[in-house]
């Protein structure tokens, strides 16, 4: 079945380490994303990809580093700079969003990161 | 900047009843699309129902619906038959065509009451 994996479902640190999480997709999509969602404050997205090798900061990028090695997978990396890094983490994808007409974002069953 | 917002942080709802999550947005394109994702306590992210600003006639989706106010700038979701399994946060989506990012809602906690 096509779709989004995110791994792992659960996931704690010590407070100063680097930590990354996976993402990967089979669904063909150009277009990769994450999202930070904590309660009370909806969905901040931190990177996007369009292409390989590509990808753009969001709204809350600092703490955060992500790659663009393969079109199926987008790592996220959450640095020990990130003052605040327990949250749930969502990745998407979708078709590029600049040339369709169909602008769904598909989305993996996120990541619960939690700082000791 | 486009921005969405949902002015109930939580509802609840009666099973069997219908329901109205509301979502006001702001924007100058007059092309666009408005979404309302579901997310159930599982946390996985649905896609419920999706409107092109350019059709006048409101999506609808077996239980859910929309009513779409251009003008107005609001989008609206009603849900009929209120069902247990409909219990979930559910946002309120915005993006424009050929544009590289959604916007979200901060979201509605809707709670199903037996």
């Known amino acids: 079945d096509g779709g989004i994996t995110q791994s792992p479902k659960y996931l704690f640190r010590k407070e100063g380490q680097n930590v990354t999480l996976s993402c990967e997709q089979n669904l063909n999509h150009d277009a990769m994303y994450w999202y930070r969602q904590d309660p009370g404050q909806g969905l901040r997205l931190i990177y996007y990809?369009?292409?390989?090798?590509?990808?753009q900061k969001g709204d809350i990028a600092e703490g955060y580093s992500v790659s663009r090695e393969k079109k199926e997978s987008f790592p996220l990396t959450v640095t020990s700079a990130q003052k605040n890094p327990t949250a749930f983490y969502l990745c998407?994808?979708?078709?590029?969003?600049?040339?369709?007409?169909?602008?769904?974002?598909?989305f993996g069953p996120g990541t619960r990161l939690t700082v000791l | 900047a486009q921005t969405v917002t949902q002015s109930q942080p939580e509802m609840s709802v009666q099973e069997a009843e219908t329901v109205t999550l509301s979502c006001t947005y702001d924007?100058?394109?007059?092309?666009?699309?408005l979404f309302w994702y579901k997310q159930p306590p599982s946390r996985q992210m649905i896609l419920v129902i999706r409107q092109e600003a350019y059709k006048q006639q409101n999506a609808t989706e077996n239980r859910f619906s929309v009513n779409f106010q251009k003008a107005a700038k609001s989008f609206s979701l009603k849900i009929s038959d209120s069902q247990l399994g409909d219990a979930a946060m559910y946002f309120c989506a915005y993006s424009r065509p050929r544009d590289d990012k959604i916007i979200f809602g901060k979201g509605t906690r809707l709670h199903i009451l037996p």
């Open positions: 990809s369009q292409i390989v090798n590509d990808f």
């Open positions: 998407a994808s979708s078709i590029d969003l600049r040339t369709g007409a169909y602008n769904e974002q598909f």
């Open positions: 924007t100058s394109e007059s092309d666009y699309y």
